[in-house]
């Protein structure tokens, strides 16, 4: 079983930018298609971005397209967010998830989970 921790959270202004990274142990990520999920406040925990083992392909949610990158390094054994143009509507408990399938958006999908790291953005 792999290990997450997030980090790299905090408050922003909004059009500023954040860097999430997702720090995994236990056993390497190599393997592993990772993805990154958020939960707002009174909402569900949804997808918003993800990657294949091989950096080969990357996947985001329409909400954050343009603004949002997903990258990694297998070498670090690290998944990055990168987060451009903020807006209020992005303030949530951002979430890292490893799993099997790559392209998966159902957090069903993925088996392992970091703890989460809170994003606010403020208008």
């Known amino acids: 079983q792999v290990q997450l921790v997030e980090s790299g959270g905090g408050l922003v202004q909004a059009g500023g930018s954040l860097r999430l990274s997702c720090a995994a142990s236990?056993?390497?990520?190599?393997?592993?298609?990772m993805a990154w999920f958020r939960q707002g406040p009174g909402k569900e925990r949804e997808f918003v971005g993800g990657i294949s083992w091989s950096s080969a392909t990357t996947y985001l949610a329409d909400s954050v397209k343009g603004r949002f990158t997903v990258s990694r390094d297998n070498a670090k054994n690290t998944v990055y967010l990168q987060m451009n143009s903020l807006k209020p509507e992005d303030t949530a408990v951002y979430y890292c998830a490893a799993g099997s399938r790559s392209g998966a958006t159902r957090k069903e999908d993925y088996v392992n989970w970091g703890q989460g790291t809170q994003v606010t953005v403020s208008s």
């Open positions: 236990g056993r390497t990520i190599s393997n592993y298609a």
